[in-house]
């Protein structure tokens, strides 16, 4: 049998395999970018306890690799009794890897967010939660989205290690239409371009809400 006609009969597994991982990559975007988001307003309380503890924690998860955290969860967390199934296991683990990241470019926009507009903010009778959600939030999305973009894709690249505490994602297809029909180059060849779609679907995403942003008058400050 052709080798691509091979890859085309185990199309349901590579199917399974790319639903799982938008699964992953999705469900860990939204949640990542809430978390960030609510981590960063957590820091306009001032408060030099939790912002100390934010700040330990977003430098560990930049120091460890994405890799050991997930073994942590799924092969570590049952010795003090907390057990997780692969997919729960994986899903927690990007979620807060990436939520750290995500934060941490939240942050980086807020720092050079011009004070100006939250002093007329204020003056106007704005409440911090107001001026939060209404007058820093867009503009700091609107100057972080080209990063954003890069951790998504980073994001979505990342639930390919999750092959290796048995979640059946894309990698895990390829690699088992691969070890049973030993045609590494093709099922490969199928996972990248699987890979690559998605990431070019995000980045004409980025654009467009770049032009959006842009036709609203939504500019960085």
Known sequence: MNQWAIVWSARELFLQGFISTLELFVITAVAGIIIGTTVLYLTELQSKVLNNIIHYFVSLMRAVPFLILAYLLYYGLPEIGISMDAWTAGLV??????????????????????????????????????TFTRIITPNIFSGALPLMGNQLIICLKDTAFLCIITVQEITAAANSVQATYFIPFNAFIVAIGLYWGVSVLLELLIKRLNTYGAKRGITHA
Do not use: D, M, V, W
């Open 93 to 130: 683990s990007l979620i807060i890897y990436h939520s750290a990241y995500f934060y941490e470019i939240l942050r980086s926009q807020r720092r050079i967010f011009s004070t100006g507009y939250i002093e007329a903010a204020t003056a106007q009778g704005f409440s911090r939660y107001k």
